[in-house]
């Protein structure tokens, strides 16, 4: 198992969840920067169970892989795929999401976004 972790190394990583955040256009949305910020809350909640924590990194691994089912660079749709991975994963999780880990999440939530 750790030989599998290594191989990912330097791919998924959180500088690069950073860095996609905020490479994401405007035009994609607040819900689906909310949906990321979500699951890296959670993911990043020490009372989270480890299972957890494992699908909610492969829902962001999803988001930052360069390679999509709908690529990132189709207009209006590019994203569809991101956001439909990253909700059924908030599904899953639902019991995770807490009034605490939702303003966690909204407090990271970058100023274009803002209500």
Excluded: C
Excluded at 6 to 25: A, C, I, N, T, V
Excluded at 77 to 87: F, I, N, T
């Amino acid at each position: 198992m750790e030989n599998d972790n290594k191989k990912f190394d330097g791919r998924y990583s959180e500088s690069r969840y950073w860095q996609k955040l905020s490479d994401l256009p405007r035009s994609v949305g607040r819900e689906l920067v909310m949906q990321a910020l979500l699951l890296y809350v959670v993911l990043t909640d020490e009372r989270t169970p480890l299972w957890a924590k494992g699908l909610a990194a492969g829902g962001l691994a999803y988001l930052i892989l360069p390679l999509d089912a709908v690529s990132d660079f189709l207009p209006i749709v590019g994203y569809s795929d991101d956001a439909a991975v990253l909700g059924v994963v908030l599904y899953e999780l639902h019991r995770f999401i807490t009034p605490a880990v939702r303003e966690r999440a909204e407090g990271m939530l970058p100023n274009i976004f803002r209500k």
